[in-house]
């Protein structure tokens, strides 16, 4: 069985920063490419970013320069460094993983609560 598990959510101020961590662990023999979602209250989910195994990244053009996306592949572990955060980055945070275990499939996380307040 394969997890993922988000942490490093909370409350900032405006301006803050934070770092959200997801780490999968399981029956896992490889990941591909791993990314960070959100959903804000009332909206749907959209992308914030994504990363491949070799390091490539691609982001939703309104986060970029503000959020950083890196993983650790030998910790199967993808992060998601937040700068200068505003109101309207309050959401839920998801991170996902194209991962082979058993099979092939993407798992998601449970979700971590961010919070920025003005």
């Known amino acids: 069985q394969v997890e993922l598990v988000e942490s490093g959510g909370g409350l900032v101020q405006v301006g803050g920063s934070l770092r959200l961590s997801c780490a999968a662990s399981?029956?896992?023999?490889?990941?591909?490419?791993m990314g960070w979602y959100r959903q804000a209250p009332g909206k749907q989910r959209e992308l914030v970013a994504t990363?491949?195994?070799?390091?490539?990244?691609n982001y939703v053009d309104s986060l970029k320069g503000r959020f950083t996306i890196s993983r650790d592949n030998a910790k199967n572990t993808v992060y998601l460094q937040m700068n200068s955060l505003k109101p309207e980055d309050t959401a839920v945070y998801y991170c996902?993983?194209?991962?082979?275990?058993?099979?092939?499939?993407?798992?998601w996380g449970q979700g971590t609560q961010v919070t920025v307040s003005s």
């Open positions: 996902n993983a194209d991962i082979v275990s058993n099979y092939r499939r993407i798992y």
């Open positions: 399981g029956s896992i023999l490889s990941i591909n490419a």
């Open positions: 990363i491949t195994t070799g390091g490539s990244t």
